[in-house]
């Protein structure tokens, strides 16, 4: 089993900075993608950022230049960095961990709510 634990979330001004961990325990695939996916109120869960075992980074558009992916293949662990946070970025946003072998294999976390307001 898989396990996969946020934190980091709140509340944070337009304009502001937040930065999102993500631990990783159990059973972890060697190949994998990590990643943050986020859903607002109605809509459907996106794509924020993952990055691979290997460094391979892919980016939602909406966040581009503005969120940066980092992991740490040693400890398990995947960060969001994210700055100039806009009132649209508000939503619960969710680790996700993903084998690249068996791809329907992945693993959420329980989400952490970020909510950008003035």
């Known amino acids: 089993q898989v396990r996969l634990v946020e934190s980091g979330g709140g509340l944070v001004q337009p304009g502001g900075s937040l930065r999102l961990s993500c631990v990783v325990s159990g059973s972890i695939f060697t190949l994998n993608v990590m990643g943050w996916y986020r859903q607002a109120p109605g809509k459907d869960r996106e794509l924020v950022a993952r990055?691979?075992?290997?460094?391979?980074?892919n980016y939602g558009d909406s966040v581009k230049g503005r969120f940066t992916i980092s992991r740490d293949n040693a400890k398990n662990t995947v960060d969001l960095q994210m700055n100039s946070l806009k009132q649209e970025d508000t939503a619960v946003y969710y680790c996700?961990?993903?084998?690249?072998?068996?791809?329907?294999?992945?693993?959420w976390g329980q989400g952490t709510q970020v909510t950008v307001s003035s």
């Open positions: 996700n961990i993903r084998d690249v072998m068996i791809p329907t294999r992945e693993y």
């Open positions: 990055i691979s075992t290997g460094g391979t980074i």
